[in-house]
């Protein structure tokens, strides 16, 4: 059974830091791994998708990479800003096209 | 465009009665997902569709749980005799068709509360 655990689960950083948030996964049989933004009451907003067969996705201050062989990823954020506040979450997709998501990582970024 | 739409925002229901939950997805969106999301249980899947078929249903919690899809469109989350551990927020997500972007988007979710 797929695993998805992220470290830490929340931060706290001074606006114009970078930060790195961390992802892993137990069963390298991915197809692909997505990096979630879920601001409160909200739903999801897909933020970066990387195939199993990539090794990085930039868009804008954030770059996610994925090692799939170790099962891992991270979501760097450069220069954080206060609107970057919100919980990250990591899913990978499996068989079945089902998403299994991580617990989340809560940002706060301090103006 | 419009994205994915859910209906109603916020239901409230006594234990022991039944509940519909209305998805309405990104339109050319071939494929729709329903997630659960319980506070301590973080996102799960409940169920996958392509088209009308749901190749996928081995989320569902128990056979009180059940969905829908007609027209290749609007799809229905159905939970009959509700219960208190079923308070949650449902979300639904859509994507298009294969050979296309692989990423799901997701609607603003259902929450519901089972007093």
């Known amino acids: 059974k797929q695993e998805v655990t992220q470290i830490p689960a929340a931060l706290s950083v001074p606006e114009g830091e970078n930060l790195v948030l961390n992802c892993s996964f137990t069963?390298?049989?991915?197809?692909?791994l997505q990096w979630f933004r879920q601001d409160p009451g909200k739903g999801l907003t897909s933020l970066l998708l990387?195939?199993?067969?990539?090794r990085e996705q930039t868009s804008g201050r954030l770059n996610a990479s994925l090692d799939k062989s170790s099962g891992r990823s991270t979501l760097y954020i450069a220069a954080s800003q206060p609107g970057d506040s919100a919980t990250y979450l990591c899913?990978?997709?499996?068989?079945?096209?089902?998403?299994?998501f991580g617990e989340g990582t809560q940002l706060t970024v301090n103006p | 465009g419009a994205g994915v739409s859910q209906s109603p925002s916020n239901k409230v229901t006594e234990k022991g009665k039944d509940v519909e939950l209305r998805c309405d997805p990104i339109s050319g969106h071939t494929a729709l997902y329903w997630y659960r999301q319980s506070l301590g249980q973080g996102l799960e899947f409940l169920i996958y569709f392509q088209g009308n078929s749901a190749p996928d249903k081995s989320g569902l919690p128990s056979d009180r749980f059940s969905a829908e899809r007609t027209g290749g469109s609007v799809s229905t989350l159905t939970i009959q005799r509700t219960q208190q551990e079923d308070s949650a927020v449902y979300l639904c997500a859509s994507s298009p068709p294969p050979g296309m972007t692989d990423t799901q988007y997701f609607g603003p979710g259902t929450r519901l509360t089972v007093l």
């Open positions: 990387i195939q199993s067969s990539q």
């Open positions: 899913a990978v997709e499996t068989s079945g096209s089902r998403l299994t």
């Open positions: 069963d390298s049989a991915i197809y692909n």
